[in-house]
């Protein structure tokens, strides 16, 4: 499903991606760890062609590095950003028929997943509640089928509840999609992937299967992070 | 009073005007962060593909429908320059604003002095209708046609804006992209498409500008540098306006229209002609002041 091979990434005169190597099988969760600052997100980024970087990216057989953004998402990677960016000044229905990106969206599936999001249809989406937007973003993701999602810290600054709600619907998306899952939250992963990469100064340093994080000690050493069950 | 209301209408009118030129900057920077210094070019090229339109067409061709023709011509030209110009020099050089001022402010120049060179300094006058010449009596006030015809387009531009932003597919990838682009196009969709969009919007109300500009202020008379003098306005009144914001570009032009002509009335009275430009400069610098971001603009 993708394949990433020394990829680079310089910003601002940084090198912040020092030649990440990885790849994903099809199916299922595979999570990025990582310290804050390691180049998660500028991972993710330089994937969607958000951010200039050098080195390969094949997703779906196809080299995307170069492409332009949306000829990468029209691929069928969809994207569901750290910060949700969801358009707050757009209602949310406005929102999810930008997401149509000019085909017919799946409704009955996201207001199925989603009921709150019918409901407040011609409310501006700034005015949502955090864990509202986070289900607005996801949402647009769904309308169209999307083979793989990259998704970014979808629980950060979620109150426990509604984290066990979007984990919810994530484990339930990992059985349509191929989902790189970037998240600090030990338990969260813990719960939804099969696979774990841990990034360090812009690499990866070590790839293997989820259930090696029940080792406390491993985990803390790896990624130097824990969170809330 | 009469004189008072005539000036009103009379600054609407050239409120009018400036919205036409200021909506297409305002979207424009709005949605791509590009300081168009061309947009005054588009203005010109509009007015003057108007005057050849006027002069060539055949003496068959009755007088109103003349100038429909060459205010329909206008519109094109501004919209094909404009798009032109989106496609060859701004879209390889997004994310560069120093490069985008400098090609638009050389693109200016340039086709000044094309302009300049094949039909001379001379302003041109433009054939119009006997009854955009004259005044109509509304009560006991008689008001220029011409000043009804720059509201009339201005309100027309504004309301089809104000539609097409909030009902039209791409008015709606307009308005996200003005918020976040990068968001836009990883939805899958091209944002570019509707950078050249905004562009080609922009110019065709440019180009509507040029000529309702030379038949409502200019005596009938296009020249070449036309446009550069109304673009400083323009972008005053964006600013003023908030960039981005199309209300406030609306509001922000009445306002410096007619502040502009009340003050160059009242002071001009008074041999202080002038000051009604620099009434429009302080009026900026308050609002700046007072508003950083302009009158609706959001803070960037």
Redesign the interface.
């Known amino acids: 499903m993708l394949e990433v091979s020394d990829l680079h990434v310089r910003l601002g005169g940084a090198h912040i991606l020092q030649g990440v190597s990885f790849s994903v099988a099809a199916g299922g969760v595979t999570a990025m760890m990582g310290r804050n600052g390691v180049g998660k997100t500028t991972t993710l980024k330089a994937l969607?062609g958000?951010v200039p970087s050098t080195g390969s990216a094949r997703i779906m057989g196809q080299e995307v590095r170069g492409w332009?953004?949306?000829r990468i998402?029209?691929l069928g990677v969809g994207?569901v950003?750290e910060e949700r960016?969801i358009?707050?000044?757009?209602t949310v229905a406005?929102n999810l028929?930008?997401?149509e990106?000019?085909l017919s969206g799946d409704y009955p599936r996201v207001y199925s997943l989603f009921p709150e999001l019918q409901e407040r249809g011609r409310q501006a989406a700034g005015t949502l509640s955090g864990g509202q937007q986070q289900m607005l973003a996801i949402a647009?993701v769904l309308l169209?089928v999307r083979p793989l999602l990259l998704v970014d810290e979808p629980t950060k600054g979620l109150a426990p509840k509604l984290v066990g709600e979007v984990v919810e619907v994530l484990a339930q998306l990992s059985s349509s999609a191929t989902i790189l899952l970037v998240e600090q939250n030990v338990h969260v992963v813990r719960r939804l992937a099969q696979r774990v990469l841990v990034l360090d100064h812009g690499e990866v340093v070590h790839e293997g299967p989820a259930d090696e994080l029940s080792d406390e000690n491993l985990a803390r050493r790896l990624v130097g992070v824990s969170g809330p069950e | 009073m009469s004189t008072f209301i005539a000036i009103s209408f009379s600054g609407l009118a050239l409120g009018a005007i400036y919205f036409l030129v200021a909506s297409g900057l305002s979207l424009i920077y709005g949605l791509m962060e590009v300081l168009n210094f061309a947009h005054g070019a588009f203005l010109t090229v509009g007015a003057y593909a108007a005057w050849v339109t006027a002069t060539h067409l055949p003496a068959s061709v009755s007088a109103p429908e003349r100038f429909l023709v060459a205010v329909v011509v206008a519109v094109l030209a501004g919209a094909v320059i404009a798009g032109a110009t989106e496609v060859a020099l701004i879209r390889p050089l997004y994310r560069r604003p120093v490069s985008q001022i400098l090609v638009t402010v050389g693109l200016d120049l340039v086709v000044v002095a094309l302009l300049l060179g094949v039909f001379g300094s001379n302003s041109q006058a433009v054939p119009v209708p006997s009854w955009l010449a004259g005044a109509t009596r509304v009560g006991p006030e008689i008001l220029p046609n011409a000043d009804f015809v720059a509201l009339g387009a201005g309100a027309a531009v504004l309301l089809g804006l104000v539609w097409f932003l909030g009902h039209a597919r791409y008015g709606l990838i307009i308005r996200a992209g003005v918020e976040n682009r990068d968001m836009v196009a990883a939805l899958g969709i091209n944002v570019r498409r509707a950078f050249t969009l905004v562009f080609v919007i922009g110019g065709a109300a440019a180009g509507l500008a040029g000529i309702l500009n030379s038949v409502v202020f200019s005596g009938a008379l296009v020249s070449p540098t036309q446009g550069d003098s109304l673009l400083i306005f323009a972008f005053i009144v964006v600013v003023i306006g908030g960039l981005g914001s199309l209300w406030g570009s609306a509001l922000a032009a009445v306002m410096v229209g007619m502040l502009q002509d009340y003050v160059s009335f009242y002071a001009g009275t008074g041999g202080l002609a002038q000051m009604g430009s620099i009434s429009v400069v302080l009026l900026l610098a308050v609002v700046l002041l007072v508003r950083p971001s302009g009158l609706m603009g959001e803070a960037r």
């Open positions: 969607l958000l332009p953004t949306h998402a029209q994207y950003p960016e358009f707050t000044r757009l406005e028929r930008l997401a990106a000019g647009r169209r």
